[in-house]
């Protein structure tokens, strides 16, 4: 009897620690699907500013539940030239990632009231994604 509460409860505190961690921010692994549809659909909104053939190098991606919050630092293919680091909102729908705005890089724009708007314009996306 003992054996099996033991079983039990180790089976309940598996299945508990995978359901917390789909709910929970994470930055997908080099290479992963996830993190190169995420990557695409950068590339498109960047190639849509006629930005173009950019290595995108990323410090910051965190997801959660089908949101992610992305800084990029785009550079030449051959890295000689980097240009403006960008830092965005997406959002997954129908297995497609679309980036829904990118962040003002204006110089004195308050952040703090910027998230704070940003947060209200998108409720359901996680406070855990965006950068503290």
């Given amino acids: 009897m003992k054996d099996h509460l033991t079983a039990v409860l180790l089976v309940a505190s598996l ?10 921010a994470h930055t997908p692994p080099d290479g992963s699907a ?13 190639a849509l500013q006629g930005r ?20 990029v630092s785009p550079q030449s293919a051959d890295g ?13 729908a129908a297995n497609k990632w679309t980036l829904l705005e990118w962040m003002p890089a204006e110089e004195g724009t308050d952040y703090a009231k910027y998230f704070q708007k940003l ?3 998108y409720p359901s996306a996680p406070s855990d994604i965006f950068p503290q």
């Fill in 80 to 92: 000689r030239q980097h240009y403006e680091s960008q830092s965005g909102l997406l959002q997954q």
């Fill in 119 to 121: 947060k209200a314009k």
């Fill in 34 to 46: 996830e993190r190169n549809t995420i990557l695409q659909a950068v590339h498109h909104a960047l």
């Fill in 15 to 24: 299945v508990l620690t995978s359901c917390a961690s789909v709910n929970t």
């Fill in 52 to 71: 173009k053939n950019l290595v995108l190098v990323v410090p910051y991606l965190k997801v959660n539940n089908g949101w992610a919050w992305i800084q």
